[in-house]
């Protein structure tokens, strides 16, 4: 088994061997329900944020430094709710243009509760917004769209989800 120590998606292994990543995805929830999303600039395409877990970090903290890193919002441990686990491969394998490939295990946190203000890196978020999950733009990120499932699932039942 290999581990990467590196990079805000799942990471870059340098060969074509399918590695295992851990990691967190943040799903922000304002007070109208309303659920955070960004559009990337390099793929164009919308997600909540997301990014592999470093090493001696835990699912909690990557939660917590990908949110600060990708929109500069501030969440403490006790504003996580853990919802669902994502880790099926056909599903969340990613593979990248040099033909890399990761097989990423995403603990999935809701945040209805931070502080600060949002402030994104426009090299990496060409936009962002709170959008109601019968409104969604597009296009979605693939895995992100299973996230947001997950998420109403676990809203309907209470049940942490797994998939």
């Not at 990557?62 to 990708?70: D, S």
């Not at 501030?74 to 593979?95: K, M, N, R, T, Y």
Request: proline letters at 6%.
């Amino acid at each position: 088994m290999t581990w990467l120590t590196s990079g805000p998606t799942c990471g870059r292994s340098g060969g074509t061997q399918l590695l295992l990543v851990p990691g967190a995805q943040v799903l922000l929830v304002n007070e109208h329900g309303l659920v955070y999303l960004q559009r990337r600039t390099d793929l164009g395409l919308w997600e909540i944020p997301a990014g592999a877990c470093e090493v001696g970090s835990s699912f909690a903290g990557t939660a917590i430094a990908e949110l600060r890193e990708e929109t500069g919002l501030q969440v403490g441990i006790g504003d996580l709710v853990a919802f669902a686990c994502l880790s099926d491969p056909a599903i969340h394998i990613i593979e990248y243009p040099n033909g890399d490939r990761n097989h990423c295990f995403a603990m999935c946190f809701a945040v209805r509760t931070w502080s600060g203000e949002i402030s994104i890196d426009p090299e990496e978020v060409a936009e962002f917004g709170f959008f109601a999950l019968d409104a969604l733009p597009s296009p979605m990120y693939a895995p992100t769209i299973v996230v947001l499932e997950l998420y109403s699932r676990f809203e309907a039942t209470g049940l942490f989800q797994v998939k």
